[in-house]
Nanobody, 128 residues
């Protein structure tokens, strides 16, 4: 059975950096599109990025463009999210997810119904 195990996150001051990683097992990692989502208290889950398995095309939601970088390592079966210039509004629980669709839909790369496998979540808190 497919599994994603997250690591990283924590507490950082505004303007700082953090990274998250997910280690995959039990499914054909290199065939899956990989997404990052986040959910802040009292808010709906929000898609952050999506990396296609086909050509590595990566999508970012507007609020993180230029600050966050998602990457995948098919050999290690890992997906990572490097977060720079963090702001208090980035505070949330972050989730990695895998979609057997294999690509990021241009219409909606962050439809959670397309993602079958989810990590357990990692807390990111940005505060002074």
């Amino acid at each position: 059975q497919g599994q994603l195990v997250e690591s990283g996150g924590g507490l950082v001051q505004p303007g700082g950096s953090l990274s998250l990683s997910c280690a995959a097992s039990g499914f054909g990692f290199h065939y899956y599109a990989l997404g990052w989502f986040r959910q802040a208290p009292g808010k709906e889950r929000e898609g952050v990025s999506c990396i296609s398995s086909v050509d590595g095309t990566t999508y970012y939601t507007d609020s993180v463009k230029g600050r966050f970088t998602a990457s995948r390592d098919n050999a290690k079966k890992q997906v990572s999210l490097q977060m720079n210039s963090l702001q208090p509004e980035d505070t949330a629980t972050y989730y990695c997810a895998a979609s057997s669709l294999g690509y990021c839909s241009k219409a909606d790369p962050y439809d959670p119904l397309e993602y079958e496998i989810w990590g357990q979540g990692a807390q990111v808190t940005v505060s002074s």
